[in-house]
């Protein structure tokens, strides 16, 4: 009779138990070690791993190549924090390639270097601390992205500032980077400007990544991914793209202060005073407000975020992410929609 070894079963057994599963999912105990174990080593539930199998699933993905990530949100209907799986950069790029229609992609261009140190007031063993983060980061970074349209190679490029996209630690209450982008501000930047640049050349196949969505919030006033649009730091002035920028005299960016944001209450405090939202200004209310009817005439939400992420700031762009969400909310017309019908015309 074989004995069996208690050190090494216990050492065999996956992080998270294996859960009753699907026989058309085809794991067995070793893959779902190699899942829990290997693949998604920061998954604390059973249910955010399985998320991301049944994702690869329908997605004709190899999940053992990791093109998914279980990414922990903080839901505000729930009031807890969540796991989500969002696609990886390379499962933007694996998916852009099987249309036959990618034409490549350019080295990424990085705009001039931003001193900052961040402050924030955050949860650690059951009390708050206040900690401080100094990082050098690129103020922007884009990629273009190639796709062949009608015989032609055409070009897309969207530009994405880093403080308006980098992640952060401790949510809403806090500035704080997060840590892999603490350590790599260049390479997170450049991440979401390639998958920036391949949603706007690939709009039906291509959605947000793993490193746009870390640090954001679920349901929250203004559609996902939030990308610093209700908690942006900086100026609410809008800052030249770098297309603007070469065409500018001298050239350069002027760099964003470094003087830190005051620090917003702790949780608790944050819900006994009730704030007003920033209202927008006056001659951008009307304005907005018609790209969004143009819009809803034709069903043109994508291209009217996309124009009012391009074109508002601060209150202005809260105001119009809000109005965009509540007007799509809204029953429509039987008008049809027209393919080629840009809401940027409205402006």
């Known amino acids: 009779m074989?004995?069996?070894?208690?050190?090494?079963?216990?050492?065999?057994?996956?992080?998270?138990?294996?859960?009753?599963?699907?026989?058309?999912?085809?794991?067995t105990p070793s893959t779902w070690k190699v899942l829990t174990d290997s693949i998604f080593p920061s998954a604390k539930t059973a249910e955010g791993i399985l998320l991301a199998v049944h994702y690869c699933a329908a997605r004709n993905l190899d999940i053992m190549k990791r093109p998914v990530h279980v990414v922990p949100m903080y839901s505000k209907a729930q009031g807890r924090e969540i796991e989500t799986v969002w696609p990886g950069i390379a499962e933007l790029q694996t998916t852009a390639a099987r249309t036959g229609q990618w034409a490549g992609i350019d080295p990424p261009r990085f705009g001039p270097l931003c001193e900052r140190t961040f402050s924030g007031r955050i949860k650690r063993n059951g009390t708050w601390q206040d900690l401080e983060s100094s990082v050098s980061f690129p103020e922007w970074c884009e990629v273009t992205v190639y796709r062949i349209v009608a015989g032609q190679r055409c070009a897309f490029t969207e530009p994405v500032f880093w403080?308006?996209?980098?992640?952060?630690?401790g949510g809403a209450f806090s500035e704080l980077p997060a840590d892999m982008w603490l350590k790599r501000p260049r390479g997170q930047l450049m991440k979401c400007a390639k998958a920036a640049s391949l949603r706007a050349a690939f709009p039906e196949e291509a959605t947000y990544t793993a490193e746009e969505m870390e640090g954001k919030v679920i349901e929250s006033d203004t559609p996902l991914p939030m990308a610093g649009a209700a908690q942006e730091i900086?100026?609410?002035?809008?800052?030249?793209?770098?297309?603007?920028?070469?065409?500018?005299e001298g050239g350069a960016v002027e760099p964003q202060s470094s003087a830190p944001e005051t620090l917003a209450p702790?949780?608790?405090?944050?819900?006994e005073t009730p704030t007003r939202a920033a209202e927008p200004e006056a001659t951008m209310k009307p304005r907005i407000d018609k790209v969004i009817a143009?819009?809803?005439e034709n069903a043109a939400w994508t291209q009217a975020e996309q124009y009012l992420r391009d074109r508002c700031s601060g209150p202005d762009l809260a105001y119009a992410l809000r109005a965009l969400a509540v007007a799509q909310t809204q029953p429509q017309t039987d008008k049809p929609s027209h393919a080629d019908a840009d809401p940027r015309q409205a402006a």
């Open 234 to 248: 900086g100026s609410t002035k809008r800052r030249p793209t770098p297309s603007e920028t070469e065409n500018a």
């Open 163 to 169: 403080l308006e996209t980098y992640a952060r630690y």
């Open 266 to 271: 702790e949780p608790s405090r944050a819900a």
């Open 2 to 27: 074989t004995s069996t070894n208690p050190a090494m079963t216990a050492v065999d057994q996956p992080r998270i138990p294996m859960p009753a599963l699907d026989p058309a999912l085809n794991l």
């Open 294 to 296: 143009r819009a809803a």
